[in-house]
């Protein structure tokens, strides 16, 4: 879904005599982590009341979902010009195809933080739909101020579980 750096990473190593020092690795063992880190760096985000303005203001801070913080990381994608193969060369990739899914992650993109962010971010969390609900409608309106490109919009969900007892022996 989302790419993260992975290659050529100085990681821990154990050494002799007590000695702790370091290694380059590659590989996804070495991009989860960052992935994982954004994600608790997403949650502090909210839980400190950055949101919206990129100031911490803790009365405003909430406990995000898991929706919530998925749909910042994907949201946060910058696309990537293609995939290095080694030796191969590079393969050409465009945003959201099996080479990159999203993109390369970036927070910087994700979330606002003033002066670093080029756009401000607009969140609904926990919005739950039900069957026989009205629509939940959201409607935005760009100013002439507003010298956006695009506008990206990320819904993140998580199917209900199966409750059949059809896969059950």
């Not at 020092?21 to 982590?33: E, I, Q, R, W």
């Not at 995000?64 to 990739?93: E, H």
């Not at 970036?106 to 670093?116: A, E, F, K, M, T």
Request: with cysteine.
């Amino acid at each position: 879904d989302i790419c993260a750096p992975g290659h050529a990473i100085s990681s821990a190593d154990n050494g002799s005599a007590r000695q702790c020092g370091t290694v380059g690795m590659s590989g996804t063992s070495m991009a989860c982590p960052g992935v994982a880190g954004a994600a608790l760096l997403v949650r502090q985000y909210f839980t400190d009341g950055y949101h919206p303005t990129g100031s911490a203001v803790p009365a405003r801070g909430f406990t995000p979902t898991g929706y919530l913080i998925r749909a910042v990381i994907l949201n946060s994608g910058r696309t990537m010009l293609g995939r290095d193969n080694l030796y191969q060369g590079v393969t050409p990739s465009a945003m959201y195809d099996a080479h990159q899914g999203f993109g390369l992650i970036s927070l910087v993109d994700g979330i606002y933080l003033p002066g670093r962010s080029a756009s401000r971010v607009a969140v609904f969390d926990r919005q739950i739909v039900r069957d026989g609900d009205a629509p939940w409608e959201r409607t935005f309106a760009l100013d002439a101020k507003c010298k956006a490109p695009h506008v990206s919009v990320t819904l993140d969900y998580f199917d209900k579980e199966n409750a059949s007892t059809s896969c059950r022996r």
